[in-house]
């Protein structure tokens, strides 16, 4: 996952361990949790709170995105997977 504020590379993370991951930038905070190879925002102070609402992402190409924040959180293929995997329905956990 690629998390990006304002356009910029806040940060990279790696779907396969589960992890918390805090984002704080001028904008406000954003806290994203890494569940099982799946990516959701479990808190945020932005005004607007939809970015809470998005649900879960776990194939590549997905996104959840603040807006207020100028935050997305993308996932990105690993480079083990190859692009033909885009298609696929499952998810691959490793
Ligand atoms: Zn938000």
Known sequence: MKVTVDGEVYGTY?????????????HGTNVLV????????????CPDGYCKRQGTISRVNETIVCLPHKLVAE????????????????????
């Not at 099982?36 to 479990?42: A, T």
């Not at 996932?75 to 490793?94: C, F, L, N, Q, W």
Request: proline content about 2%; hydrophobic content about 30%; charged content about 30%.
């Open 14 to 26: 790696s779907l396969a361990e589960n992890q918390t991951v805090k984002i704080q930038t001028g």
């Open 34 to 45: 890494i569940e099982n190879g799946s990516v959701h925002m479990e808190e945020a102070d």
């Open 75 to 94: 996932v990105e293929s690993d480079g083990s997977t190859t692009d033909d995997a885009d298609d696929a329905p499952d998810v691959i956990v490793k």
